[in-house]
């Protein structure tokens, strides 16, 4: 057990990240199998999270997470109020939800940045800010089933990874990596089903 411990130790992991990663794997087989219980195991991984990340300086992650919470608090209410009712379906994104998104971007990352800079001790306020901005694009098309969601939630994950194991996080870095994964298997799965609707249509 002392073994143990002084691995974990060196590879500077603690409770709470090994807490994060069980409940972020189980978020998502959950969200797999169409579990409402997806939402309760998320909000308490992603409080966790906050603690891990905010000790970390990386200050726009929080503010990331902290949207995780609403969104997931949302969801499970709009899932247990409206479970039965037809769901939006999946579509390619317009020139408008393009043009959106490239503003939610672009500005989300020069607010974040100034915001980081002017009001936090953060240490890499560019990356932290830019892998923030670029999640909430992709959560913001995920709302609307745009196939595209994917591809924004997975630039996020790309930056985010390497920013993890800098910040020796690396139980959130292996986390994010499986969710890099999981999204790659999203696109594909959204992009036939709306190439079905548009033929349907």
Same mark, same amino acid.
């Given at each position: 057990? $002392?073994?143990?411990?002084?691995?974990?130790?060196? @590879?500077?992991? $603690?409770?709470?990240?090994?807490?994060?990663?069980?409940? &972020?794997?189980?978020?998502?087989?959950?969200? +797999?199998?169409?579990?409402?219980?997806?939402?309760?195991? &998320?909000?308490?991984?992603?409080? @966790?999270?906050?603690?891990?990340? %905010?000790?970390? #300086?990386?200050?726009?992650?929080?503010?990331?997470?902290?949207?995780?919470?609403?969104?997931?608090?949302?969801?499970?209410?709009?899932?247990?109020? +409206? +479970? !039965?009712? #037809? /769901?939006?379906?999946?579509?390619?994104?317009?020139?408008?939800?393009?043009?959106?998104?490239?503003?939610?971007?672009? &500005?989300?990352?020069?607010?974040?940045? %100034? %915001?980081?800079?002017?009001?936090? /001790?953060?240490?890499?306020?560019?990356? $932290?800010?830019?892998?923030?901005?670029?999640?909430?694009?992709?959560?913001? @098309?995920? =709302? +609307?089933? #745009?196939?595209?969601?994917?591809?924004?939630? !997975?630039?996020?994950?790309?930056?985010?990874?390497?920013?993890?194991?800098? *910040?020796?996080? /690396?139980?959130?870095? %292996?986390?994010?990596?499986? @969710?890099?994964?999981?999204?790659? *298997?999203?696109?594909?799965?959204?992009?036939?089903?709306?190439?079905? !609707?548009?033929?349907? =249509?």
């Amino acid at each position: 057990m $002392d073994h143990v411990q002084q691995w974990l130790q060196a @590879l500077n992991i $603690d409770a709470i990240q090994c807490i994060v990663l069980i409940l &972020g794997v189980s978020e998502v087989l959950l969200a +797999r199998a169409n579990n409402v219980w997806l939402y309760p195991t &998320g909000i308490a991984a992603t409080t @966790l999270s906050i603690y891990s990340l %905010f000790h970390a #300086k990386l200050y726009a992650e929080c503010l990331l997470h902290l949207y995780y919470i609403v969104m997931s608090i949302y969801g499970w209410w709009f899932w247990t109020t +409206r +479970r !039965n009712n #037809k /769901p939006v379906e999946i579509t390619f994104s317009t020139q408008r939800d393009w043009l959106i998104t490239i503003g939610i971007v672009l &500005g989300g990352w020069v607010v974040l940045y %100034f %915001f980081l800079i002017l009001f936090t /001790p953060s240490e890499l306020p560019l990356w $932290d800010s830019w892998v923030s901005c670029t999640a909430w694009a992709g959560m913001w @098309l995920l =709302a +609307r089933r #745009k196939v595209e969601n994917w591809l924004l939630l !997975n630039i996020s994950n790309a930056f985010a990874i390497p920013l993890l194991f800098h *910040k020796e996080l /690396p139980l959130f870095a %292996f986390l994010t990596l499986f @969710l890099f994964i999981v999204a790659c *298997k999203g696109y594909y799965d959204w992009m036939k089903t709306a190439k079905k !609707n548009m033929a349907i =249509a």
